[in-house]
């Protein structure tokens, strides 16, 4: 049997009434064709009452266990508040009186996000940049993959919604509702690609090697001019199928070697400049929280984005030259590729600022 719907306010209000006038609660049953244990439930329910809220004693805080805890929020940096008064043996305080205590003397944060680097990581960096400290960088090629997925990353659909407008439901599916595999690459002010990989292919050596001879060797490489080929450098970062001997030996014979095949640090993504054309284009297809139904649909946005993508406009965007005073004070550096490496260079004195070379957010 169904359930009956609950008394509405206005039967509720005539329940009362009638009470006030006497009536029995089987009479008020009867009249409002009500069943008589609901009119009776409500009756003894309104009679009860709310029950009062019993005031609990507040555990006091004494100023050596206060001392305590300050001690110890330093010593557990991002630990909870239970944690860090029970490492104090501190007992009994509720969760808002611990969050108000600690509030005078810490704040909430989150762990900022940096690559693994150990001091073997560091110094390869260091290397690096003094290697192609002198290096013209407007013919490098930076290249990378990125994935993009149907539904996006999670936590950018944030914006301003109306008064009184409920926010939009965004779909939820395992992996994202699934994803494409994107190759591209940059040199100067030329965007080169986007390429699509093959869904179901997973880039193994083998793989990647014809994926770059089906897509960027013969529809991008090959129309260069032989001066433009002989003064390239190619970069690509230290995955497995980047490299592993097989794609070395087959870079190396179409041409790319030694010097023309840039050495790349571990642990470095942040060095790579390719990383903010894919932050544009994710911030284009992935704007007011759009969300993707088909990888098609998807790739034709990518596409769509990295082709409205303007070499002239967004060329500092990307690559982030600029010019700094040299510490010396009398030079200013030579053009250097900021957000990434962090060189400085002048005639005076060359210095390789090692501390700045960590993750950087665009």
């Not at 206060?66 to 007992?91: E, G, Y």
């Not at 290697?131 to 149907?150: A, C, G, H, I, N």
Request: charged residues 30%; proline residues 4%; contains cysteine.
């Amino acid at each position: 049997m169904g359930q009956k719907k609950d008394l509405t306010g206005s039967e509720k209000s005539k329940i009362v009434r009638y009470l006030a006038e006497g009536c029995s609660s089987l009479k008020i049953a009867k009249l409002l064709k009500r069943d008589h244990r609901t009119i009776k439930r409500f009756i003894q329910n309104s009679q009860q009452g709310r029950k009062k809220r019993v005031e609990k004693p507040r555990r006091k805080i004494t100023a050596h266990e206060l001392r305590k805890v300050k001690r110890a929020a330093a010593k557990m940096p991002l630990a909870t508040s239970l944690a860090i008064f029970q490492s104090c043996n501190i007992t009994g305080v509720p969760k808002s009186t611990r969050c108000a205590i600690l509030r005078d003397m810490a704040k909430v944060r989150k762990a900022e996000r940096r690559p693994p680097l150990n001091k073997t990581h560091k110094l390869k960096r260091q290397d690096w940049a003094k290697k192609y400290l002198k290096t013209d960088f407007s013919k490098v090629l930076w290249t990378d993959e990125m994935r993009v997925s149907l539904d996006g990353p999670d936590g950018w659909a944030r914006g301003w919604i109306g008064k009184g407008q409920r926010a939009p439901v965004p779909l939820r599916r395992q992996q994202g509702g699934g994803g494409v595999l994107v190759w591209a690459g940059i040199i100067k002010d030329e965007l080169v690609g986007p390429f699509r990989v093959e869904d179901g292919v997973k880039l193994n050596s083998q793989s990647y090697c014809q994926f770059l001879e089906d897509t960027f060797f013969k529809q991008w490489y090959r129309k260069k001019s032989a001066s433009f080929k002989k003064n390239m450098i190619f970069m690509q970062d230290n995955a497995p199928s980047h490299a592993s001997k097989y794609s070395t030996a087959w870079l190396a014979r179409k041409g790319i070697k030694e010097e023309k095949l840039m050495t790349w640090p571990p642990c470095s993504p942040d060095l790579n400049p390719i990383e903010n054309l894919w932050s544009i284009i994710k911030c284009e297809i992935y704007k007011e929280g759009k969300q993707y139904t088909s990888l098609n649909s998807v790739w034709e946005a990518v596409v769509a984005a990295a082709r409205n993508v303007d070499g002239d406009q967004n060329t500092d965007r990307i690559h982030g030259w600029q010019a700094f005073e040299c510490p010396c004070k009398e030079r200013w550096l030579y053009w250097s590729l900021i957000c990434f490496c962090f060189v400085f260079e002048c005639q005076k004195c060359i210095i390789v600022n090692v501390e700045m070379l960590y993750w950087f957010h665009w």
